[in-house]
């Protein structure tokens, strides 16, 4: 079993940046792509990006390409999310998520049902 907990969330204006962390534990964190996602109420959750085992390979959806950055330490069991230039629309709570495999799959890397274990969250709020 993986223990996932996501942080780093806050307030920010519009046109800032936040950093946000995901430790894992209780397995081994390397051997396992990663992923993060978004959900706001009365939508459903949203793959926003993947990153593979070794960090080689990552993927982002088109509503972040460009703005968000996927990362891992592998020797600190941690995954990253850099986010700049937030705007309104990126108010959610943001998870993050192991997968039972060392890659992301490709065009199946936001299919939320081919991820583990998860976090709990961490709420992300944009103010124009």
């Known amino acids: 079993v993986q223990v996932v907990t996501e942080s780093g969330g806050g307030s920010v204006q519009a046109g800032g940046s936040l950093r946000l962390s995901c430790t894992v534990s209780?397995?081994?964190?390397?051997?396992?792509?990663m992923g993060w996602f978004r959900q706001t109420p009365g939508k459903e959750r949203e793959g926003l990006s993947c990153?593979?085992?070794?960090?080689?390979?990552?993927y982002y959806a088109d509503s972040v390409k460009g703005r968000f950055t996927i990362s891992r330490d592998n020797a600190k069991n941690t995954l990253f999310l850099e986010m700049n230039n937030l705007k309104p629309e990126d108010t959610a709570i943001y998870y993050c998520?192991?997968?039972?495999?060392?890659?992301?799959?490709?065009?199946?890397?936001?299919?939320?049902?081919?991820?583990?274990?998860w976090g709990q969250g961490t709420q992300v709020t944009v103010s124009s």
């Open positions: 998520a192991t997968r039972p495999f060392p890659n992301c799959a490709g065009s199946s890397w936001d299919v939320e049902s081919l991820y583990q274990y």
């Open positions: 209780g397995s081994t964190f390397e051997g396992h792509a």
């Open positions: 990153i593979n085992y070794s960090g080689a390979t990552t």
